[in-house]
């Protein structure tokens, strides 16, 4: 499936099927073509749902999903920068014990360090307050330091 065909089947049915996240899994050009193409046409709705997918397919009794594939969908959700986006990406980190080692923490920071911990200060629900305690740990052990470098626009992430 091309990445046309994609955006277009979502257009027409608000749906990402399966055998988008399976392409995904498989096609180095496509995962490439998806992260150039959300660099410059933002489309969070698209974002929010390929997460929701990738994040279903992963749990208990799901298909074998990629950590690679959970982490490029965390990253197309975060290049929208919104801070509210942060729970998403911490649940996808969460959906398994390898996802949690797998996913790297900085995917849930891309509206920036302190607006995503000034934001979950405000949220009371549990998985709020485990992502701050842990983003607050990774802070004050440097984890966060080459924060910038992370998400700059002129490399390709490794995991795409």
């Given at each position: 499936?091309?990445?046309?065909?994609?955006?277009?089947?979502?257009?027409?049915?608000?749906?990402?099927?399966?055998?988008?996240?399976?392409?995904?899994?498989?096609?180095?050009?496509?995962?490439?073509?998806?992260?150039?193409?959300?660099?410059?046409?933002?489309?969070?709705?698209?974002?929010?749902?390929?997460?929701?997918?990738?994040?279903?397919?992963?749990?208990p009794n799901g298909s074998d999903v990629s950590g690679n594939t959970i982490m490029?969908?965390?990253?197309?959700?975060?290049?929208?920068?919104?801070?509210?986006?942060?729970?998403?990406?911490?649940?996808?980190?969460?959906?398994?014990?390898?996802?949690?080692?797998?996913?790297?923490?900085?995917?849930?920071?891309?509206?920036?360090?302190?607006?995503?911990?000034?934001?979950?200060?405000?949220?009371?629900?549990?998985?709020?307050?485990?992502?701050?305690?842990?983003?607050?740990?990774?802070?004050?052990?440097?984890?966060?330091?080459?924060?910038?470098?992370?998400?700059?626009?002129?490399?390709?992430?490794?995991?795409?």
């Amino acid at each position: 499936m091309t990445l046309n065909q994609i955006v277009e089947d979502y257009t027409a049915t608000q749906l990402i099927n399966p055998e988008i996240i399976e392409d995904l899994e498989n096609n180095k050009n496509l995962r490439t073509f998806i992260v150039i193409h959300f660099r410059t046409h933002k489309n969070r709705l698209f974002a929010c749902a390929l997460l929701q997918k990738i994040t279903e397919m992963r749990k208990p009794n799901g298909s074998d999903v990629s950590g690679n594939t959970i982490m490029l969908g965390c990253y197309i959700l975060g290049m929208h920068n919104d801070v509210k986006d942060c729970i998403a990406i911490w649940n996808a980190k969460n959906v398994d014990f390898d996802a949690y080692c797998y996913v790297d923490i900085q995917l849930a920071l891309f509206a920036g360090i302190n607006k995503t911990i000034e934001y979950l200060d405000t949220v009371t629900t549990d998985d709020a307050v485990r992502a701050l305690k842990y983003i607050k740990q990774c802070k004050a052990a440097g984890d966060l330091d080459a924060i910038d470098s992370y998400f700059n626009p002129q490399n390709m992430p490794w995991f795409v």
